[in-house]
Structures are given as C-alpha cells and as structure tokens.
C-alpha cells in the first residue's frame, strides 16, 4: 500500500490559518481591556493637566505684562535725559549758527536779541518743554514760562527740594561744558512747585551762557500709562484669553480687552450684581498686595454662555508703581468637553481597530492562498520579468517591481539592476533642468541674451528680448552672419571691426557701450556684458553676452553734464550782468537828464541822447538775458491764468511778426492756473513764437495750443524729465517753417548757440526759455524734422487757486513833491538818479550805503516821504537796510532796486512792506510810475 502523501502546501496553510486566528482573538480581548485603562488615565491625566497648564499659562502671560510694564518704566528716565540733550544740542546749534553768521557784522547785543527771538518759541512735548538761558553771572537771558524774570540775578534762587539752581547750573557747565541736572520746580498749567524736572545744559563759550532744555518725568509718566494701556488692551492669547487692568481703588482700565474710558468701578461696569463684583475686586486686591501675586477662584457667567456660572481661576498681582492691579483668568470647565470627545474618539478607534484587525486576518489568509497557489510559477515569471526589462531599460525608465519576487536571491540582483536604471534617470533629469532654468531665464529677462560662435559670426541662440532691445526678431538676427554690422551706428563701425579682430584673438573686454540703429530707424544706445569662451577646434571661440537698452541712462547723462555746463556759464553770465547794469543804469539816467526840457540842448544833441539810449536798452537786453541765464534775478511769482497770458502775447505777436504768417490759438486746458511770473511766461511765448517765424519763408502758420495732462507715479518714472505727480498745462507752439536737423536739435539750448547770422542773435535766447522754464518747475521738450516744421512743448504745474489780477494804476503826469532818500553805492546812479528826481520836482537826499542811509533816516525820518534803496550794498546791505529802517518807521514806503539778488526770492520782501522792486537798469517812465504809486498808497490815494 502506497504511503499516504500530503500537501506541504496545504499543511503550512492550515497552520497559518489557525495561529492567525488564534492570534486575532488574543489581541481583541487585550484591546478592550487597554481601552478602558486607558480612558480612565487619559481623563484625568487631562483634567489635571488642562488645569495646570492653563494657569500656568495665564500667570505667564500676566507676569510677561508686568515685565514690559516695568521695563517701560525702567527706561523712562533715560529717553527723558536723551529727549532733553537733544533738544539742547538743537537749541546749542540754533544759537551758534546765528553767532557765526552775524559774527562782525552787527553788535553783540543784535546777536544775543536775534538769539533770543530765534529760540523763545521753540516748544515741544505739548508745550510743556521750552528753551531757557542763564548767564554765569546769574542773570536771566531768557525763560519764556515766566518771561517777568528776565533780566533779574537769580544766583541765589531755590528749588523746591533746597538746590541752588543756578549756582548749580553754572558749576556744571564750568567744570564740564554739558551735563544732567535734576530737581523740583514749577510746571505751566500746574499749581506748585514741586515737579520733578530733568534738564539738561550746556555753555555757550562766546557770552559765557547756560543753554538748557527740560522735561516733568510727571507728563512723561502720564503718557507711557495712555500708551501701556492700549498695547494690554490689544494682548490675546488662547481662545478667549485677554488681560485686565484695575486700579487699586476699583477703577476698571482695560476689561473684557477692551479699553475703558471715564472713571467708572468695576461694579459700576459689571452692573447686574454689583456686591458680587465688589467681593470679587477684593479678592483682587489681596491678591495684588502679595509681592509675587496669587491665584483667586470662583463662579462667574461666561460672556458666551450667561445663563451657567462656570468655576474661573485668575492670576493677580500689582504694580504700586502705578497704583495698578492686573490679572488674567481662565473657565476651569472647559476640559469637560474634551474628555467627553476623548471618550467617543477612544470608541470610534476600538471600533475601527476590531474591523482593521477583521479585515486584516481575511486579507493575509487570502493572500497566503493566492501565494501558495502562484508559487510553482513564481520563478519562471521572473525570469520573464527580468528578460523584458533589459530589452526596454534602453528606451523607457522602467523599474522592476522588487514585491514581485519570491525569491531573495533574485530580488537582490533586481534592485541593483532598478539602480542602474535610476541613475541613468536622474542624470537625464538634471540636464533637462539645467535646460529648462536657463531657458526660462533667459526667455523672460528684459535683456538680450545671444550665443555667438567665431570666426564665421552665427548666431546659435537669441533670447525674445531681442525684438524690445533691437528691434529684431530673433529670427531675423540668427538668418544673417555678423548681424551687429547691420544695427551698428555709422560712425562705429571701425570701432565694431576692431571689437571682432580681438574676438579671434581670444581677447574681449567684459563690457562696453555702443549706439545703434534699430530696425524702426531709432538710435539706441546698448550696453554689452560678455563672456568668451575658447571652442573645440582650435582658432575657434564662442561667445555669450546680454544686451540691455541704456538709452534712457545715457540721455540723463547728457542733460545732467548740458544743466551742469549750463550752470557754469551762467554763474559767469549772472556776475558780469550785475556789474554792467549798474553801468547801464547810470547810462541811462544820465541821457535821461540830458533829455530834460528844462536842459537847454540843440537837436543834434537830442538826437545823440537818444542813441545813447537805444545803445543802452539793446545792452540792457542783452545783459537781462544774461541775468535770466544766470540765475541772479528774482521771479515775482504770483497764481497766473496762463491762457490770459497767451492771449495778450499773441495780440504783441501778431504786431511784430509778418502779416503773412497766421497765429491761431486753441486754449482747450480746463485747468489754467500756475504758479509763475507773467512776464517770464511771457518773455518765453514771444521768443519761441518770434523764432518759429523767422523759421517760417513766406507765408505759413503758428499753432499755440493747450490741454492738460495728469501724470502718476508710473507717468513720472517712464517720463524723460524729472517731475511729480499732479496735474499740468501743456502748451504746444507749432510752425510749418524749415524744421531742424539732428545736429542742431542736440545745440539749441546752449549758451551763445544761434543758427542765425552773425549779428542778428545773442545764442542766449533758448538758453534763456530754458533756463525759465526750470526755474518755475517746469519741462520743455522739442521736436523737429527739416522740411517739416518745429514744435516746442512746455510743461507746467497746475495750482489750485485763484489768479492775481489786480490793476496797475496810471501814471501821473506834471511836477511832483516830497522828500526822497536816494541809496546806492554807485556815485554816477545816484547823481543821475538825483538828477531825474529833481527835474520831476523831488527834493533829494543820498547815501552810498545802508548805514549811512540808517543815520540820515533817524535824523530826518519825519521830513522823508520815501526811500530807495539799493540791494547789494557794503557795510549794510539794502535788505538789512529795509529791516533797521521798518523798526524806526513803520509807515515808510521803500523801492528796492537791484541788478540781481543772491536771493532768488526777493518777492518776499512785498509780503513785508517793500512797495515794489525794480530792476536796472530801468526806464524812466517806469522809475516815475513807481515811484508815484508807492507815494500815492501811502497817502491813500487811488
């Protein structure tokens, strides 16, 4: 009888089934028993630790208040003496400045004055700080709180708290120049005098003064509370946590997180129980009494949920320094919830173990039987599995699957063979990431980046900036060897060639600037950044390099060195103008007496004074000009409708130009008001207007025209000119005349620059328009091409206020009387200027400078009607002059007359009683006209 067999298979199935289930049934009971232990641990280990944590959280966050609250307080009196020292030093620097700079110049008695008036306004922390000066004497030079002390000895004053204040004072500054100094005293607004000050001194060496700056620690200690508490009020930490703030008599300051204001108690603000609220704020306030704090416990309704008084704990303790106490409370039954969530997670995870460990058994029996099943085929599988992969590892990234394997010998060569594969893979990941960064790179830089090969000249790479940049589309470069000699500007293209003999060399500079021409026929000027490469073959190179458009860089450059040439030559301009006015002046006025009907004269002599005028007026012209270039006059600025402007310019136009020529106006701008002076708006109309018609052969048109334009932050960074946002005027002066070339496009703002014949233009006239237009914020852009007419576009901002508009009054006519005090340094302006105001019928007095004007004025003061003055004067110049003569009369009119001033802004003298400003030299009809009306307010008539 045959021996009966079994199914090794079989019998290692039916042990592995009945240990699986053996084992399932082990770990279920061990489970359940473990759930329940577990419950019961984790329920009050969190309670206890819920409990813990939470106090311990809010005594961290109340003694983290408390902390910065003392660190605030700490520093207090350090930023205080900072505050004053600084403020000290600022009053130090006011002091030396106007010592140094009128040092000389007038008595020390006028400086100690100006340094007076200069630094008693001078306030700071609400009012409460100011500036006070002692002497080392004791004397007191300045105290703007009690101003009646000034002057008084207070050697042997006391503080409040018994110091010797300005003795004190004085030994600081003697033996150290600067120091603190602390002590009690009065306070503005406040009753007493016993206010903790801190100042802070130092001497001031020329007058042997105590300069010094102080702060009340009381304000300062005010402002830090307001500040404490509005950061405590803002401070959340966990889910409803916040801090509160009581005063130690029961004032509630910050409550709820919110900051409260008026004096309310905390009863007052918690009002539906208030002996619960008071027995509530003693609990607090003993709390706050124990130096390291302490915890109170009790029920209280949550804010969420009023209708359960829940158990609270809170952390308190005080802060005597402030009279405060604070705190920070959490709701101890808050973790009920979680242990009742803890107990349904812990069953929900019971439940879901018992069908995992279900699922589980199933799944392994199962598998076992599916693997006994397969195993008799297991290996020549593999062998298949190996067999494929090898022929396909060549052309896809495959990877064997190592759980496919039964046995662990073929698993192991499996895996180094997936090795391989992987490091293949990731050697051809990184190079297609290299390609793909520096493709993005360089298909989304603003710049031009190319790959270049030499000698041969192609293109093997253009980045798509290439079409912003030159113009070109990448295609088009790459179709053409040696592209560049295309683009490159005429006058570079031995420059190029140079550039490529050192390329084959294997030499190249890493940058340089070049212009070209781009495909639209623009000139642009490039910036080259390059790397040179040697090729493979010898003699061969390859280079990389990045374009970027510098046109707008090298334009800025070009107007910064023109303004710069620009500002030289008209400093030179400015000084000779003011020299040759006071001469034209005198000129003028001579040949003015001359003219005189009271002067008996032939008519070959008239004729001959008027010569001697026209020659003067055409060099007055000419030296205006040079003044206007130069910088060195005053613009009367005022609100000026420009279009009114416009309109009387083209009536004046219109007489001096040619009949044949047509002006037509087009005033379209909704905003019209500038900012300017009407004559200089003026003077630049009728200049480009007259030059654009004598660039016009014939007959032929002027366009004036207007609109506006508004501008933002974008506007302004894209625009070629410097500017701000805001509205403009935009005014346009078109010709169809001959038009301009590119080379007299680049000259035409430079100084003594003409396209005109020789004798027939200064070359200022331009300079002049420019030069005005940046003088009232303004731009000017110009566009021309030969042939086809010029136009000049003038920009300026607009304001919104009204025009000034006020009528000039008539001149007088016949003889005239009173008094007038001539100044001027210059002996021939004042003997000219005598001689038109007594032939007028004045009687005249002169001085050849302000001080001695000063003496003459104070003798006759009352028998003077009227005095002109000259600016720029020795001694005592016309502006110091004007201020001596405003404190002795007030009512005195004054004329200013000047052939520049060093202060571009001498219309701020009108706003201080300055009747009018003349410039030389003047006409004589303008001298009379001024002359008349300043008299005529001072009599009040009209």
């Not at 190592?402 to 050697?427: C, I």
């Not at 280079?543 to 046109?551: H, K, M």
Request: proline share 3%; hydrophobic share 40%.
């Amino acid at each position: 009888m045959a021996k009966r067999t079994y199914s090794l298979i079989n019998g290692i199935l039916l042990l592995f089934v009945s240990a699986l289930l053996l084992l399932a049934a082990i770990f279920l009971v061990i489970q359940f028993n473990t759930f329940n232990n577990r419950y019961k641990k984790e329920a009050l280990l969190l309670q206890t630790k819920y409990t813990e944590s939470q106090k311990e959280q809010i005594k961290r966050e109340v003694m983290w208040v408390s902390d910065f609250i003392y660190s605030n307080l700490d520093s207090l009196e350090e930023q205080v003496g900072e505050t004053v020292r600084m403020r000290t030093y600022e009053a130090y620097s006011v002091a030396e400045h106007i010592y140094n700079t009128n040092r000389g110049k007038i008595s020390n008695s006028e400086i100690q004055e100006r340094i007076r008036q200069a630094l008693r306004p001078v306030r700071y922390s609400g009012g409460l700080g100011y500036v006070f000066i002692s002497s080392f004497s004791g004397n007191e030079i300045l105290f703007p709180d009690k101003p009646e002390l000034e002057g008084q000895n207070l050697i042997d004053m006391k503080t409040a708290d018994g110091k010797y204040l300005i003795r004190d004072m004085i030994a600081i500054s003697r033996d150290q120049g600067e120091g603190f100094y602390s002590y009690s005293w009065t306070k503005p607004g406040d009753e007493g005098s016993d206010h903790k000050k801190i100042s802070y001194i130092k001497r001031f060496e020329p007058y042997d003064w105590i300069i010094g700056t102080g702060l009340y620690l009381s304000d300062e200690e005010a402002a830090l509370k307001n500040k404490l508490l509005i950061k405590i009020s803002n401070i959340r930490f966990g889910k409803e946590g916040y801090i509160f703030v009581n005063s130690m008599e029961g004032d509630a300051l910050v409550s709820n997180g919110e900051l409260m204001t008026g004096d309310r108690k905390l009863w007052e603000v918690f009002s539906s129980n208030p002996e619960r609220s008071r027995d509530l704020f003693r609990m607090e306030y003993e709390a706050a009494l124990k130096p390291e704090g302490d915890y109170i416990y009790y029920t209280i309704r949550k804010l969420s949920d009023s209708t359960v008084e829940s158990p609270k704990a809170s952390f308190i303790i005080g802060i005597p320094e402030f009279d405060w106490l604070i705190g920070a409370g959490v709701y101890l039954d808050d973790v009920d919830k979680e242990i009742a969530q803890l107990r349904e997670i812990s069953y929900i995870e019971l439940r879901g173990d018992i069908v995992d460990t279900i699922i589980i058994t199933l799944s392994i029996i199962s598998l076992f039987f599916l693997f006994l099943f397969l195993a008799d085929k297991r290996l020549k599988k593999e062998f298949n599995l190996f067999s494929s992969f090898f022929e396909s590892s060549l052309t896809d990234d495959l990877q064997l699957n190592l759980d496919s394997f039964y046995f662990r010998e073929l698993a192991e060569l499996a895996g180094q063979a997936n090795g391989m594969q992987r490091d293949k893979a990731e050697a051809l990941s990184r190079l297609r990431e290299s390609e793909n960064r520096f493709r993005l790179l360089a298909e989304n830089s603003r710049d031009m980046i190319f790959k270049m090969s030499f000698p041969g000249g192609n293109f093997e790479y253009i980045s798509p900036a290439a079409i912003d940049v030159l113009g070109y589309t990448a295609q088009e470069i790459m179709e053409e060897p040696y592209h560049v000699r295309k683009t490159i500007h005429p006058d570079w293209r031995d420059w190029l060639e140079g550039v490529f003999d050192d390329i084959n060399s294997g030499h190249i500079d890493e940058t340089f600037e070049y212009p070209i021409i781009s495909k639209s026929g623009e000139e642009r000027w490039i910036s080259q950044k390059n790397t040179l490469i040697k090729g493979e073959e010898e003699g061969t190179y390859v280079l990389i390099g990045r374009l970027s458009d510098e046109t707008r860089r090298k334009k800025a450059e070009e107007d910064l060195n023109r303004n710069n040439r620009m500002e030289a030559i008209g400093k030179l301009a400015g000084g000779v103008a003011h020299d040759f006015n006071n001469v034209l002046a005198g000129i003028m006025n001579a040949a003015n007496v001359l003219k005189s009907p009271r002067r008996e004269i032939d008519e070959k002599g008239l004729k001959m004074a008027d010569l001697i005028l026209k020659a003067a007026s055409r060099a007055a012209d000419l030296t205006a000009k040079l003044s206007a270039f130069g910088g060195k006059r005053a613009l009367f600025l005022k609100p000026q409708n420009v279009h009114h402007i416009l309109e009387e310019t083209e009536v004046i136009l219109s007489r001096t130009i040619d009949m044949r020529i047509a002006i037509q106006m087009n005033l379209n701008a909704a905003k019209s008001v500038i900012l300017a002076d009407g004559t200089e708006i003026q003077s630049i109309i009728l200049n480009l207007g007259i030059n654009a018609s004598h660039a016009i052969e014939g007959s032929g048109s002027i366009h004036i025209n207007t609109e506006n334009m508004t501008f933002d932050e974008k506007d302004c960074t894209d625009y070629p000119f410097e500017c701000h946002p805001g509205d403009y005027v935009r005014i346009e002066i078109l010709d169809t005349g001959s038009g301009m070339d590119e080379e007299t496009l680049k000259h035409i703002f430079e100084p003594f620059f003409s396209t005109k014949e020789k004798g027939k233009g200064s070359g200022l006239g331009l300079a002049t328009v420019y030069k005005s237009v940046h003088d009232h914020k303004g731009m000017i852009q110009v566009t021309s091409e030969v042939g086809e007419g010029t136009s000049f576009i003038l920009l300026f901002p607009c304001i919104d206020e009204k025009p000034d508009e006020t009528p000039v009054p008539a001149e007088s006519t016949g003889l005239r009387s009173g008094t007038i005090l001539l100044v001027d340094d210059e002996e021939f302006i004042r003997e000219t200027g005598r001689g038109i105001l007594e032939e007028s019928g004045y009687t005249v007095i002169t001085a050849s400078n302000g001080r001695e004007a000063l003496d003459i004025f104070r003798e006759r003061k009352q028998e003077i009607d009227l005095v002109i003055l000259d600016v720029i004067m020795p001694e005592l110049n016309g502006v110091e002059a004007f201020y001596k003569i405003r404190e002795i009369r007030e009512d005195c009119p004054i004329i200013m007359i000047t052939g520049f001033s060093r202060d571009p802004d001498l219309s701020k003298l009108k706003e201080k009683g300055v009747s009018c400003i003349i410039r030389k030299p003047f006409e004589q009809s303008l001298f009379k006209k001024e002359i008349d009306m300043a008299l005529q307010k001072k009599t009040g008539k009209q």
